[in-house]
Structures are given as structure tokens and as C-alpha cells.
């Protein structure tokens, strides 16, 4: 039966010590590929279940990881939970998701409940604003997209002042000068270095910054809907708009199809971000694409090891920048 064969067991089995059995079973990297292959090989054999009630108690780890996001339905965020997933089943841990509804109560809820105290990790994308907030976290914990300078903790971040200057100056050397931006709060990183990318690929070309082309909202569908029904009433409205994230983006795809102005002719859009609507409309829409899967395989890898050191509260935080890229297709017009 199952429950007779021990770690002894394969040990003996695989001629290899119980400590190297119980690396391989922990994921833990001291181990070669042979001997992992070896011994996984004979844990299937015996059919050896570990217990992993007995180690929880021995390590004080459940082997349980929580990934709290502000929202489930957007796909960046399901993007990041699914690496996120994957490399912690890889490496033993079992994974839930926590929304949090961007709101910085519920949030507090979610630190404050028995699920924080039961999981040994938490991978964040945060709707705080202080950095107070994360200064006191008893737990490890990996930001992810939203990063707080002064926050005190490890994080996996894109370049987002790049990636919107190079939309920006996309639109410029094909002619416009009249270009608008619709973006998110200015509370993180991700707003602020978006904003700060468009304004300077403009300063830098010579080209005049307009306040009533600079629209701040949310980062959902109606603020870019709203917004770009704004823009094009304006007495000189914009040749081109920078939609900053991808739901923004949706709904400036659908405010210009209701105001009958085909993109890429009457208007030019680049978004940030992928999303199926912009992937589907003719012409398809140019985008900052961002590596959301690699993201959360990142968060999810620094975590483990985080969890593998004794010391888990390190005195300088690690902080990763992942690259960009912009993918041209056929929404912006060569003005010349």
C-alpha cells in the first residue's frame, strides 16, 4: 500500500541519501538532473506519496502560495496569474488568486484574514499607494507591474517609459504632431513612466505639449471611451491617440467606430498592450506588447527562492525591468 512506502524508501531504492530525496521532492536546485530524474522516476515507481502535513509542521511552509490582483476579467492579469501558476507547480506549490477589486480595503481584508496567515508567499499587484503599507508585510512578497519606490520590496516591473516612447515616436515619424494620450491614475509607476514617455518623445521632437490632448482617467473601457469622444470634439482634435493600457485601448476602438472614423484613416491609435478587439479589428492595431506570462514566472521565481534563503527580508530589494516590444501593423497613416 502507499502509505508503507517512506522516504527511506526511495532513498534506498534510488541509492541516494533521504536528504538529497527530500531536495528533489522540495525543488530545490542542489540536486543534478540525473539524480532528480532518477529519483522522480523511482517515487513514481513505489508510488510515494509524501506528507506533507508532517514537513508543513517540520519546515513551518504549507507549501501554498496567493496571487492578489485587482481584477480576474482583464487579460494582463490572467496572463501574470498563469505564469505565476505554472512555475509554483513546477516547483511544488499550490497557488489561489485573490481579487482585490483595485480596492485598497479589500485589499486590507485579504492581509488581514486567516488566507494570508495560511500561505507561505504572496505575489502583488497592489492597490495601495503608500509605501508604508508594504513596508509592513510579515510575509514575503514579490510586486508585480505596480512598484511603489521606498516600498521595500522585490518586484517585476516592464519599461514602461520606453515602451511609450516609442509609440509616440512611431506616430511622429509617420507625420503626426498632433498626438493624445488617455491614460491611468499617476499614483504607480506604470501611469506615471507612461505619461513621462509620451511627453518626452515629444519634447524631444520638437513638438509642443497640449494639455486638452493629455486625458487621465482609469484604466478601464469607459475612461477610453469618454476620452476619445472628448478628444474628437475638440476644435483641432488629434491625428493620433496613444491608448495606454489595453482596456483603455477597447474603448477607443469603439468611440471611434461609433463616431464613424475608421481607424488608420481618419485617425491613428497605438495601444499598450494586447487585446483581442485590437486584434481583430481591420486594420489591426499597433501595440506595446509586454511580457505578461514571463512576468509572472519571473514573480513566481524570485518567490520560491525568497522562501529557499534563511534570511527572507533582504536589506537592498531586488528590482526586475523586463523589455518591450512594439508591434506595427496597420492603424497609424503616413502623413509624410
Known sequence: MTCDITIKDVAKEANVSVAT????????DRVSDQTRKKVLKVVKELNYVPNTMAASM???????????????ENPFYTSVIKGTVNVAKEKGYHTFVFSTNDSESE?????????????????????????EFYQKMNKPVI?????????????????NFGGAYEATKYLIEYGHRDIAIITGPQTFNDGTERHWGYQQALKDN???LVNDYQKHGDWFENNGYQSTKELMKLTKPPTAIFAANNLICQGTIKALRDLELTIGLDVSLVGFDANDLAEFVKPRVSVVKRPTYEMGTHAAEMLIEKLKQVDKHD????????GVELLKFGSVKYLG
Not at 143 to 159: A, E, F
Open 21 to 28: 530525496v527530500s531536495r528533489v521532492l522540495n525543488g530545490l
Open 58 to 72: 517540520i519546515t513551518k511552509q504549507t507549501q501554498m502560495l496567493a496571487v492578489v490582483v485587482p481584477e480576474i
Open 107 to 131: 485589499e486590507d481584508a485579504f492581509f488581514e484574514s486567516s488566507l494570508r496567515r495560511n500561505v507561505d508567499g504572496i505575489v502583488l499587484i497592489g492597490a495601495h499607494k503608500d509605501p
Open 143 to 159: 510586486l508585480v507591474d505596480r512598484y511603489i519606490d521606498g516600498c521595500g520590496l522585490d518586484g517585476v516591473i516592464i519599461d
Open 206 to 208: 520638437g513638438i509642443e
Open 315 to 322: 536589506s537592498f530589494p531586488k528590482k526586475v525591468t523586463l
